[in-house]
């Protein structure tokens, strides 16, 4: 079974450029967890998706925007983006269902900022 | 406001030492704690949970144990294996409230042969 796959692997933009992740979950599962990972810190959460809908979004500005279609598959996308906003971004997704919290998460885009 | 602490920010330990990773945090809310262990160039995988009805949960050569009144884990590997180096990551969550991990900046554990 494929796991939770990201692209690009790595993705280099400069100041006020928009960015474009995108998250492919496990097949079967419905939500989509995005999170940010700055240099030396923990996992910072984005944007929570499921069933096409936005459920919950976390203390980033909304510059930072994500969708789902209708495959549960989701874009990250950043716009005028800033120095700060280097960092490994990942996407992890979990099975239909609100009785579990183990995500499965892909190997992360790194997203470098000139 | 960091709701979840690891403060030790890297850990050396012994091959066949046992490997204790610490985890504190504020939010009472909190009911259910995760374990995750990350490699490089990696996403993070599950580890080990345990729900605050508990205060040990065991698979293995992992234990984790919750003490609520001081709103606090740890993880025990024992005995720690050369595979065990990477970063582990604590992430509580409040079930009640749309199942949102927050999660602790990690704990970097090398196993040293």
């Known amino acids: 079974e494929a796991g939770v796959t990201q692209s690009p692997t790595h993705l280099i933009k400069t100041r006020g450029q928009q960015a474009t992740l995108r998250c492919s979950p496990i097949?079967?599962?419905?939500?989509v967890y995005w999170y940010q990972q700055a240099l030396g810190l923990g996992l910072q959460f984005l944007l929570w998706?499921?069933?096409?809908?936005?459920?919950n979004r976390g203390n980033f500005p909304p510059r930072f925007s994500g969708r789902q279609f209708p495959n549960y598959s989701s874009e990250l996308n950043v716009n005028a983006l800033e120095l700060e906003d280097s960092a490994l971004y990942l996407c992890?997704?979990?099975?239909?269902?609100?009785?579990?919290?183990?995500?499965?998460f892909g190997p992360g885009t790194r997203l470098t900022v000139l | 406001d960091q709701q979840v602490k690891q403060n030790s920010p890297s850990l050396s330990v012994q091959e066949g030492r046992i490997s204790i990773l610490n985890c504190d945090y504020t939010?009472?809310?909190?009911?259910?704690f995760l374990w995750y262990k990350k490699y490089p160039a990696e996403g993070p995988t599950f580890l080990i949970s345990?729900?605050?009805i508990k205060d040990k949960n065991e698979d293995g050569r992992f234990t984790v144990f919750l003490n609520k009144s001081a709103k606090h884990l740890s993880l025990h590997i024992v005995p720690s294996q050369p595979g065990d180096s990477a970063v582990y990551f604590c992430?509580?969550?409040?079930?009640?409230?749309?199942?949102?991990?927050?999660w602790g900046a990690g704990t970097k554990l090398i196993i040293k042969p």
């Open positions: 097949s079967g599962h419905t939500s």
């Open positions: 992890a997704s979990t099975p239909l269902g609100l009785t579990t919290d183990t995500q499965y």
């Open positions: 992430a509580p969550s409040a079930r009640r409230s749309n199942y949102q991990l927050i």
């Open positions: 998706y499921d069933e096409g809908e936005e459920r």
């Open positions: 345990i729900s605050s």
């Open positions: 939010n009472s809310m909190f009911d259910y």
